[in-house]
Every structure is written in structure tokens, then in C-alpha cells.
């Protein structure tokens, strides 16, 4: 029998919303499941939600949030990551930290956008922000064991929210525009991606970890070894069974460190094992001593024959 769910109270529904990406019901949603739908929207409320780039959240605060189990939340988390919806990492102390993905990779920038205002636009905007008080009216959080008023948080929020928003807005004026990637470009990244992901999880049995390092690591390696190669050889380097690679699961960073010798091997149809590069070594090795005795024996050879020679020579 599941557990009744206890009717809210009006204070508990009046509007006290936070912000949800609309590419999450546009393009995700029939993607996602309802694991991972759950698991997102408790990112989306301990982060923007309370006004935080990122937050702490651990296995067991999920658990109690969404009612999953720990095997459902890592799986969905995994998924997020390899989506794009969402950037995982962790602290020295092995706590795991999320925070949203800015999605420049994944998604396109919307029509207006408040960076694109001259700095005089946008700081007259944060300060309208500044001196509006928030209207968010948040719950305490699952972490957080100080009780505190409404208006405490409400006040709190919207300081920490205004100088937030400051500071970011601020060095984006300043910060020089990063290049975009072509339409051409960015399907490329897209289809090398969907390659080495898919040959990874047929290989490991999970997705591969994805987030703004990797996706400028696989941005490089299409432009190191083409755009019409980079994914066939990347699902080359997946299946290649070299105890090193097998070791550090084959992850992006080997791809492009050893793109050339990886595409040469693509392009040869041969893979080099260690003990395959050991045997050529050792061969080699054999080669070089036959042939030193057969020079040796060849210069002894003509040698002798010389002294034959002036001998019949001198006797003549």
C-alpha cells in the first residue's frame, strides 16, 4: 500500500515558484524519465531555486526528495550529465556537487539576451533587481538546520541574488565574445559524441561522463582528425583492447592525447597491442643481430678473398 499523501495546507500552495529551463519541456521531456524528471527538478530547486550557483546535495537527500532508491538516483543523475542538462563534480571530501549546465553546447542562445545590452543597460537592470524585494517565498532547506523567518530568507536571497547577478553580469561585459561554432561544427561534435557515448555504454554498461571539459575535449579531436572521420574513429577507439586504455576506461582525454596514432590505426584497420609493439621490439632486436653477423661474415669473406688474390698475385 503506498503512502498517503497528506492534503497542503493554503500557505503551503500559494505561488512561490521557481524557474525551470523551457528546453526541458520542449526537447527533454519525452527523453527523460520519470526518474530523471525527479532528480532535476531537486537540482533546479536547492540551485537557482535558492538562488545558488551550485549546491551540496548527497545520495540520501535524493532519496528522501524523491522517493527513489540510491541505484535510481545515480543512474538518473548519470543521465542528466550525459544529456547536457546538468554538471556533476566532486569536493576533496568526495561530496557530490551539482549545478544546471549553461547549455552554450546543447541548446541555442534565446532571441534576447540581457548580456547582449551595453554595461550601462545592464547594471541599471541589477540595480532595479536590487531594489525589488524577492518574491520567492522559500521553504527551509533540507539541509539546512538553522530555523529561519520568511523575511530573513526573502532579504537574504535577494541580496546574495543582486550581487550575483552583478558580478556575473559584470565580467560578461568585459569578457571578450568566445568564437561559435558553425552549424557544420557543432553537428559534428554532435554525431562524434553520439558515437563514443553509445560504443561506451555497449562497452561499460554506463554513460560516459559529459560536461563543459569533455565536450571541448571532443570539440578539438573533430577538428584534429576531420569532421567526416572523427566519429567512426572515435567508436574505433572504444573497441581497441589495449590494457592501458582498458585501464583508464577509455576515457576522452586518451582520445585526443592519441588521436594520430588512434586514426592511423582506423585507417590500417590494426590495432597495436602492448604485447604486439613488445614482439615487434624484440624482432627487431633479431633482425639487427643477423644482420650484423651476415656483414661481419661478408667482410671476413671479402677479405680473405683479397688475401687470396694479392697471393697469386705476388707468387706470379
Known amino acids: 500500500m503506498g503512502i498517503k499523501m497528506q492534503k497542503p495546507s493554503k500557505d503551503e500552495i500559494r505561488p512561490n515558484f521557481f524557474q525551470c529551463?523551457?528546453?526541458l519541456i520542449d526537447k527533454f521531456m519525452s527523453e527523460l524519465s520519470g526518474s530523471d524528471l525527479k532528480c532535476y527538478l531537486?537540482?533546479?530547486?536547492q540551485t537557482t531555486g535558492w538562488h545558488k550557483k551550485e549546491d551540496r546535495i548527497s545520495i540520501s537527500q535524493f532519496v528522501k526528495?524523491?522517493?527513489?532508491?540510491?541505484?535510481?538516483?545515480?543512474?538518473?543523475?548519470?543521465?542528466?550529465?550525459?544529456?547536457?542538462?546538468?554538471?556533476?563534480?566532486?569536493?576533496?571530501?568526495?561530496?557530490?556537487?551539482f549545478m544546471l549546465s549553461s547549455g552554450e553546447d546543447f541548446t541555442p542562445h534565446e532571441k534576447s539576451s540581457p548580456h547582449e545590452k551595453?554595461?550601462?543597460?545592464?547594471?541599471?537592470k541589477v540595480h532595479k533587481g536590487c531594489e525589488k524585494s524577492s518574491q520567492v517565498a522559500s521553504e527551509k532547506s533540507s539541509h539546512t538546520k538553522?530555523?529561519?523567518?520568511?523575511?530573513?530568507i526573502q532579504n537574504t536571497l535577494s541580496k546574495e541574488s543582486c550581487r550575483d547577478v552583478a558580478i556575473a553580469d559584470t565580467a560578461t561585459v568585459d569578457k571578450p565574445n568566445k568564437t561559435k561554432l558553425t552549424a557544420e561544427?557543432?553537428?559534428?561534435?554532435k554525431a562524434t559524441w553520439i558515437a563514443y557515448a553509445t560504443a561506451y555504454k555497449n562497452r561499460y554498461g554506463v554513460e560516459p561522463l559529459r560536461n563543459?571539459?569533455?565536450?571541448?575535449?571532443i570539440s578539438k579531436f573533430v577538428k584534429a582528425v576531420g569532421q567526416e572521420d572523427a566519429p567512426s574513429i572515435a567508436r574505433f577507439f572504444i573497441n581497441i583492447s589495449n590494457q592501458f586504455y582498458i585501464q583508464k576506461l577509455h576515457t576522452v582525454k586518451l582520445l585526443i592525447a592519441d588521436a594520430d596514432a588512434i586514426r592511423t590505426q582506423w585507417l590500417t584497420n590494426r590495432t597495436v597491442t602492448a604485447s604486439q609493439a613488445r614482439q615487434a621490439d624484440t624482432m627487431q632486436t633479431a633482425k639487427s643481430?643477423?644482420?650484423?653477423?651476415?656483414?661481419r661474415r661478408a667482410k671476413r669473406q671479402a677479405e680473405a678473398m683479397g688475401d687470396i688474390i694479392n697471393g697469386e698475385c705476388t707468387h706470379v
Not at 542538462?85 to 568526495?94: E, F, G, N, Y
Not at 538553522?146 to 530573513?152: E, G, M, S, V, Y
Request: net charge negative; charged share 25%.
Open 65 to 97: 526528495t524523491t522517493g527513489l532508491s540510491n541505484r535510481s538516483v545515480i543512474d538518473s543523475c548519470r543521465r542528466l550529465v550525459a544529456f547536457g542538462l546538468i554538471i556533476s563534480t566532486k569536493d576533496d571530501d568526495q561530496n557530490n556537487h
Open 146 to 152: 538553522d530555523t529561519l523567518t520568511k523575511d530573513t
Open 185 to 189: 561544427e557543432t553537428e559534428a561534435n
Open 118 to 124: 551595453s554595461s550601462h543597460g545592464v547594471m541599471k
Open 289 to 295: 643481430s643477423v644482420d650484423g653477423v651476415l656483414e
Open 212 to 217: 563543459a571539459q569533455v565536450n571541448g575535449i
Open 21 to 23: 529551463p523551457n528546453i
Open 42 to 45: 531537486t537540482i533546479i530547486r
